[in-house]
């Protein structure tokens, strides 16, 4: 295992990917409180193209809290979302649901080392990429890794669910 920081860690996020033992950096940057998008504003500031850097997304799938991981290009497609996890009817997350069962505050959400082990899918792009960065657990703070480390430390399903 080889991790590289670049600014910082000390997250649920890198503890998990440090104890699954995987390849990591860790990308920090200045992050703008009043972004209207954390992840193009993230994006932007390490000069990285939106189609690397991946949104975590909650979503609530007949009920349950759902995990949508998808780049900052596009959107998430409830519709998709909800027939990846098995569910009919998917609806976006409040807020303070998604910091509650995370553990984390919205624009810092990871897809790693949340409080509870949520259903989480994660968008087809992401298989022909050789890295890809996800929020590390706090605002300014980027983890690259590769897709299959993030894959199975999520355990996540692969499947088209972003639009646009």
Do not use: C, W
Not at 37 to 44: F, N
Request: a positive charge; glycine letters at 14%; proline letters at 5%.
């Amino acid at each position: 295992m080889s991790t590289k920081a670049k600014g910082g860690g000390g997250t649920p996020a890198t503890a998990a990917a440090t104890r699954a033992k995987i390849e990591y950096t860790l990308h920090g940057y200045e992050a703008d409180p009043n972004a209207g998008s954390y992840g193009e504003a993230a994006a932007d500031a390490l000069g990285v193209p939106y189609g690397r850097l991946f949104k975590t997304l909650l979503a609530e799938v007949d009920g349950r809290l759902t995990v949508g991981i998808v780049p900052v290009s596009s959107t998430l497609d409830l519709k998709a979302l909800a027939a990846a996890a098995g569910g009919k009817r998917a609806r976006m997350a409040d807020p303070k649901d998604a910091e509650r069962a995370t553990g984390y505050v919205v624009g810092g959400i990871s897809p790693l080392g949340q409080r509870r082990r949520l259903p989480a899918v994660i968008d087809a792009s992401v298989s022909g990429l050789a890295t890809v960065y996800v929020s590390a657990g706090r605002r300014g703070l980027q983890i690259e890794l590769a897709p299959a480390d993030l894959v199975r430390l999520t355990g996540a399903r692969v499947a088209a669910i972003a639009r646009g």
